[in-house]
DNA sequence: TTATTTCTTCTAAATTATAGAAGAAATAAG
DNA sequence: CTTATTTCTTCTATAATTTAGAAGAAATAA
């Protein structure tokens, strides 16, 4: 089975965890408060396009918000697969770590 | 600062665990186990590689060994840079999954 | 000598990550 | 209205990483 990169994980992650807020801004925003850093928009939607395109995600338009600067927004959802990968990087993760003391 | 990549990860902690007996082929074979499948020996030397110039891993040559085949191995270990950010990634990790219900 | 084994180096191609310019769609301001 | 401003996404080019596997090197065995 495939594996994802570590960026594939945080972004899979962060989707989860925002649950109906996540879109393209909240997910930026919540990736750089866990990098501690900040992060171009295209380090954001380029690899959540392809974790769309593998079917791991799977995204709706939005309504436009009663707010200035009201472009509808792209919400993001994981898929079934999504799911399951997510489940097996944590348990890939916890085997790496498991009798490690560094 | 800067994370490490899965494989980065993966290859710094099973030099790690594997101490003295650190070098290409054990460590290939670790990793497959790890990963549940085979690896070309590209994918770890490549990337063996660039730890060591970044100067997370220090290496050395061995004595060729008293078999057949023996060409001398060359052996790794994490340097203290190297042993730091291992454990900064694992405190990411750990931060990630911190308050995760997948 | 030649074959065989273990191990590393090298190189090319595919994939992934990253920055940031550009564009689209809405409301606010004048 | 018309222009400015804001929020958000798309697009594109480049850099970095991963991966496969051919080739080469260094030893012992036959």
Redo the contacts with the bound molecule.
Sequence with gaps: M?FL????EILLLTVHQLGTEA???TIKARVEELLGK??????I???L??LTKHGLLKTWQGE????????????YKLTRDGLAILRETKALSDSLWADATV
């Design positions: 495939e990169t570590r960026m594939e879109y393209g801004v900040s992060v171009s928009v295209g380090a939607y380029v690899p396009d392809r436009s918000s009663p707010e200035r600067g009201g472009r509808s927004k792209k919400f």
